[in-house]
């Protein structure tokens, strides 16, 4: 079974912290993507990437980076936490580019106070 | 524009037959998923819909029709774990090939 970790269940943090939040997967995919969830929103992309050191901007990229300098792991980086960045983030990954299959973490839920 | 429509919720009893619907505004698309996400836990995959009509899996089915810029899930013989949130999810064309777009999710409540 394709396996999905992310490396806090829950964090807080403060206004204007540098943030990181990690995803490793074990199936060798090729595609890894982060989502934030919020009530009545569903599932936004943030960035994804499609092979290590390549990276694209999803729907939300603003106040976000990514960073993927091996292929089982992809960081995502907030910058300067803001309170509107309180958030459920979803970390998944897929096979191949055109797979319509992915494979999520069990999510970060990150509150900026 | 892109976008796919969902109901907020639904409610239904258990041993029923519930229909989640997922209509959607866009020029082209690949194909038609749907996930599901119990409260707290991570969406999983459920099915996909390559070509128009109906995939059966087991109590779940789904139907597709890129006629009519439509498709549902369709859950029988409600169980009490069938409690949760479920999203329908497409592929665009002429966005990247490996960008899903989510629906915002229908919160399925299965009553006693």
């Known amino acids: 079974d394709v396996k999905v970790t992310q490396s806090s269940r829950y964090l807080v943090k403060r206004t204007g912290e540098k943030v990181f939040l990690e995803c490793v997967q074990d199936?060798?995919?090729?595609?890894m993507f982060w989502y934030r969830q919020d009530p009545g929103l569903g599932l936004r992309l943030i960035y994804f990437s499609y092979d290590v050191k390549m990276k694209e901007k999803g729907d939300i990229p603003e106040g976000y980076s990514v960073s993927r300098e091996k292929k089982e792991r992809f960081s995502l980086i907030l910058e300067s936490a803001s309170t509107n960045q309180t958030s459920m983030y979803l970390c998944a990954s897929s096979l191949h580019r055109a797979s319509y299959e992915q494979y999520f973490g069990p999510g970060t839920r990150l509150t900026v106070t | 524009g892109q976008s796919l429509e969902q109901p907020s919720e639904v409610t239904a009893v258990e041993g029923a037959i519930v229909q989640i619907n997922c209509t959607y505004q866009?020029?082209?698309?690949?194909?038609l998923s749907w996930y599901q996400q119990h409260d707290g836990g991570a969406p999983t995959f459920l099915s996909y819909n390559g070509l128009d009509g109906l995939e059966e899996t087991g109590r779940f089915s789904s139907f597709l029709s890129r006629s009519d810029s439509y498709g549902y899930l369709l859950l029988q013989e409600l169980q009490m774990k069938d409690s949760a949130s479920y999203f329908c999810?497409?592929?665009?064309?002429?966005?990247?090939?490996?960008?899903?777009?989510f629906g915002t999710g229908t919160l399925l409540a299965v009553q006693p």
């Open positions: 866009t020029s082209g698309f690949y194909g």
């Open positions: 199936m060798d995919h090729e595609n």
């Open positions: 999810a497409v592929r665009f064309k002429g966005g990247a090939t490996n960008k899903l777009i």
